[in-house]
Every structure is written in structure tokens, then in C-alpha cells.
């Protein structure tokens, strides 16, 4: 199907009509134990036909990609806004839906096709048995690997003009080891669970490297069975890179999405503890903090230069100098809110809408080296890799789990602590940001996970971020 002249070819008496045509396959193999349990494929293709008709856009979507399909989803996308009109809380125009002409394609230095499946199986079964090379191997009672690799297309023209083409290669991969010694389990993964996602080829499974991984996590889930309790006590808390993914994530990502705040996500993925009149005026952290959405980074795993409204990417600051400057919202969001916001309409497949979304949303490097961080400290707990986490509605009231931890004692690492886990409120803990740690300690991790959105769309996010230390925070230990 040629997008364009199909287009062309609509009978729909609309102010505006997009195409967003959506290809995408993704192929999964998961090892356990060195044992294969998984080797599968799933491939998706459709068209999301949208349609701006009195002031209201109304979305009909199909796979079945000849013109009378096409004709018959238009149809019912402008009946659907034409019925909404009645009710709407925002009448939109154009401007929401500017005209964008482009292309992007996510960097690779190993095609997909450059590595067989056996080759690929091989690599699992060895970085299952690499986690088992420490010297009391038999502790390790499960190890598993798994990669997904996920090819897209989509490509969006609409009657302003538009016309953009995005390809994305896309890797996930997850190693972990869950070690037990009576009745002490322990488990370590890569960095945390599908933590490791990037815009790339096969590049990121180079064997050498993902094998020492491998055999570091191995080592760790075994110290960590004898390891002493993590303390409970207010304190420094040194987050490393993987654990801060999370930590924006959670306590600035979410609550800054304009369509939340606007009270569109309440009754499903909750409200935010941000209102309207904070952009501009809330200290939301320590002058070190500073936000950026930045879908331009290379390789970070919600990179595109344009959205799925067509409107152009670009870095723009969130929070600079820890005030609070701009929302994630879209120009839909823009327009009902009056807060300035950037280019994260996101829909997660051809049949969905674009909603507000995260994409990268990165802490700008500081000037300490980790080595520094810690030196700086007399007493306090170096965290790493999230376990697990839960956070109220209004995303301010957090508590994290980690999986790995180190006690700090007259600035020097002294013992592994096992069971770590870290409690706050999100202005009062950014507030409390001490130091930021410099671009060698910066590193990007992400989720292909992140939920939102009735009907539920789940979406991949990208976080760049350094090692931070905070002070005065709740530290605590126990499974909990």
C-alpha cells in the first residue's frame, strides 16, 4: 500500500486527516539454566487513521490495508469526533497537528540478520553457565538469559503535508542468578531486571563483555548470601546509575505528564502531586538537579526526531537548576493546559492513539567522580540495581527496593550489605541531592514496560543518568 495515495484517494469532509502506518517484529529466546524455554516471534501491521472534524479528533484503526478499509476507518474516526464535539473541554485546530517532513533510523553496527538463531542460543547458554564459574557454584539454584530484539517501521503522512519515516532496531536483555543457602535466597541481575535496553544491533552482545557480566553477577547473588543486613538509620545514600533509572522514572517522569496532571489518567495509572501553576515556580530539587526530555541521544531506547503527531524532537530542559520548567505533555496537552511542554505524544502500536508518554528523560551530569562521592561521605549506604518499588497515586510518597548494596564508612567502601531498600517524598528527597556524578559515570538504561493509558499501552522508556549522592535520607533493611 502506497500511504500517500491512499490519503490522496479519502472521501472525508475533515479539517485534517493522519495516517500512521505501524510495522513492527520482535523475537524473543529466553534460557534457564542453560536450557532453552523460549524461541518466538510476533509481527504486527496496521494503519491508525486519525481525523480532526469540529475541533475534536476522533482515532478508527485496521489492519487490512486496502482502500475500502481505509475509507471505512476514516469514516468512523470522523463520526467519533464529530460525537465528541458535544462534550469537548478543548476545541483544537491545526496547530496541534503541524506539518513535518523527515526521517530517522536508530544506529547499528551488527544487522539482526548478521547473527543466526544458533548462534544467538549458544551466547545464552554460555552466559547462563558463566554465572555459575564462582567458586561455590553450586549455591546458584537458577540462572537464566534472555534477548528480545524488535524491528520497526512506521511511517505518518496527513493533509497538512506530512510525511515522516522512522526505522528502529531495538535490543532488551536480562541475566540474572538467584543464589540460596538454607533459607536465604538472594538474586542478582544485570544492572536490574530488563534494565539493559538500547537502540541498536548486535553489537551489545559482544561475547566478552556480556560473559564477565555474567560471571560478576554470579559472584555477587553468592556474596550476598552471607552478606550483613542493610542498617536501618536516616543517611547518605549513594544511588548508582541502574538504581537512578528508576528513581526518575518514578518520582519525576511520571508526575510531570500533563495529561496526568490534568486529571486524564486518575481513574487508571493515577493522579500527580504537580499542579498547573507549578511550572515556572516550584524548587522541585537542589540547584544540581537538571532534567532533560532528550529524544536526540544516540542509541538510548526512545530516541525518534519526530513523535507519532509529527511534531519535532528536540532536548529541552524539564527542570534546570532543580526549578521546575516544562511538562511532558503534547500539543494537544500544551493547548488545554497553557504549560509548555515538548514532543512525547506516543502511541505503542498501530491501534492506539498517541498519548502523552515519557521517552529519554535524562539527569544532566554533574562534576564528581564516584570516587569522590564516596570519599565525601563519613557514613552511608551505596545502592544499586532496583528490586523492587511502590509509590502512591500522586507519585510523591515512594518506597524502592534494591538488590545490592555497600556500607560507607570514614569515605571508603567497608562491606556488602544485602536487603537494601530506601524510603521518601519526592521534593523533600531531591532536595536532599548532594552531589551529581560526572559523565563517567553516566550510563543509559531503560523499560520496554512502562504502562499507561485505557486501553492500556505499554512503551518503551529510555533514562540516562550518572551516580548521585543524597543526603538525610530513610534507609532500611528486611525483604519489605
Not at 494537544?332 to 508518554?357: L, T, Y
Request: net charge negative; proline share 3%.
Amino acid at each position: 500500500m502506497e500511504l500517500t495515495k491512499a490519503l490522496a484517494q479519502l472521501d472525508l469532509n475533515a479539517e485534517w486527516v493522519g495516517l500512521r502506518e505501524l510495522k513492527e517484529t520482535a523475537t524473543a529466546r529466553y534460557f534457564r539454566d542453560a536450557q532453552p524455554q523460549s524461541n518466538g516471534r510476533t509481527s504486527s501491521h496496521g494503519v491508525m487513521v486519525e481525523v480532526l472534524a469540529d475541533g475534536q479528533f476522533g482515532y478508527a484503526s485496521t489492519n487490512r490495508l486496502d482502500q475500502g478499509s481505509l475509507q471505512f476507518a476514516a469514516e468512523k474516526a470522523y463520526q467519533q469526533a464529530i460525537a465528541a464535539a458535544k462534550w469537548s473541554v478543548h476545541k483544537f485546530t491545526t496547530a496541534a497537528r503541524p506539518k513535518a517532513v523527515g526521517q530517522f533510523c536508530s544506529p547499528c553496527q551488527k544487522p539482526f540478520n548478521s547473527l543466526s538463531t544458533a548462534e544467538i542460543s549458544d551466547l545464552l547458554v554460555q552466559i547462563c553457565e558463566a554465572m555459575k564459574t564462582t567458586d561455590r557454584h553450586n549455591q546458584i539454584v537458577r540462572t537464566s538469559a534472555y534477548v528480545v530484539s524488535t524491528e520497526t517501521e512506521s511511517r505518518l503522512v496527513s493533509s497538512s503535508g506530512s510525511d515522516v519515516y522512522q526505522k528502529f532496531g531495538l535490543v532488551s536483555t536480562d541475566y540474572n542468578a538467584t543464589a540460596q543457602d538454607g533459607d536465604v535466597i538472594q538474586k542478582r541481575s544485570d544492572n536490574g531486571s530488563l534494565a539493559r535496553n538500547s537502540q541498536a544491533g548486535w553489537e551489545v552482545l559482544d561475547p566478552e563483555l556480556v560473559i564477565e557480566r555474567a560471571r560478576q553477577i554470579g559472584t555477587q547473588a553468592i556474596e550476598l548470601l552471607t552478606a550483613d543486613e542493610c542498617p536501618t538509620t536516616t543517611t547518605n545514600l549513594l544511588l548508582a546509575a541502574d538504581q537512578m533509572l528508576l528513581q526518575i522514572h518514578e518520582s519525576v517522569g511520571h508526575p510531570l505528564e500533563l495529561d496526568r496532571i490534568l486529571g486524564d489518567e486518575r481513574n487508571y495509572a493515577g493522579s500527580s502531586f504537580i499542579k498547573l501553576a507549578d511550572f515556572g515556580q516550584l524548587q522541585y530539587g537542589s540547584p544540581l538537579m537538571n532534567i532533560t526530555f532528550d529524544p536526540t541521544v544516540s542509541g538510548e531506547f526512545a530516541s525518534y526526531a519526530y513523535d507519532d503527531t509529527g511534531a519535532a524532537a528536540e532536548k529541552q530542559y524539564l527542570i534546570k537548576d532543580g526549578l521546575l520548567l516544562r511538562g511532558l505533555g503534547s500539543l494537544e496537552s500544551q493547548a488545554r493546559s497553557g504549560v509548555a511542554g515538548v514532543a512525547n505524544a506516543r502511541a505503542n502500536s498501530w491501534n492506539r492513539p498517541a498519548i502523552d508518554r515519557m521517552a529519554n528523560i535524562n539527569l544532566e551530569p554533574g562534576n564528581s567522580s564516584v570516587a569522590e562521592m564516596i570519599a565525601s561521605v563519613d557514613y552511608g549506604v551505596y545502592m544499586q540495581s532496583n528490586r523492587s518499588w511502590s509509590i502512591d497515586d500522586y507519585r510523591n510518597k515512594f518506597q524502592f527496593g534494591c538488590e545490592y548494596a555497600q556500607l560507607i564508612e570514614n569515605g571508603q567502601i567497608t562491606k556488602t550489605l544485602r536487603n537494601p531498600n530506601y524510603r521518601g517524598i519526592t521534593n523533600q528527597f531531591w532536595g536532599g541531592l548532594k552531589m551529581v556524578g560526572d559523565r563517567d559515570s553516566f550510563a543509559t538504561y531503560g523499560t520496554p514496560y512502562c504502562g499507561k493509558g485505557e486501553p492500556n499501552q505499554v512503551i518503551r522508556v529510555g533514562h540516562g543518568t550518572p551516580a548521585c549522592l543524597f543526603e538525610n535520607i530513610e534507609v532500611f533493611g528486611g525483604n519489605g
